[in-house]
């Protein structure tokens, strides 16, 4: 088998590379992450409790507090239902 290699193409441009798409590349994949338990939110256990706190006070600043009393009846009936298990 013979192969032919062709140069390089004179008119190609390339791109330039942004710091952050380095340090995504040479940096940790999603697996090894969640292998060795690294996270940035080291504040909280649960890590949507922190997502629900911030809408919470999205909403309130936009008038909406309203929205969260449903949620919050549903989260308090499912946790009464789980300790009477």
Do not use: C
């Not at 004179?10 to 996270?39: H, K, W």
């Not at 629900?52 to 909403?59: A, C, D, G, R, Y």
């Not at 969260?68 to 789980?82: A, C, F, G, M």
């Amino acid at each position: 088998m013979s192969f032919d290699v062709l140069k390089d193409d004179e008119t190609r441009t390339i791109l330039e590379y942004s710091q952050e798409d380095f340090e995504a590349v040479n940096g940790p994949s999603l697996v090894e992450t969640l292998m060795t338990g690294d996270t940035k939110d080291e504040d909280s256990d649960d890590p949507n409790e922190d997502q629900i706190e911030v809408l919470k006070k999205k909403l309130e600043q936009v008038g909406l507090q309203d929205a969260t009393v449903q949620r919050d009846k549903k989260v308090s009936d499912e946790n009464e239902l789980i300790k009477r298990k």
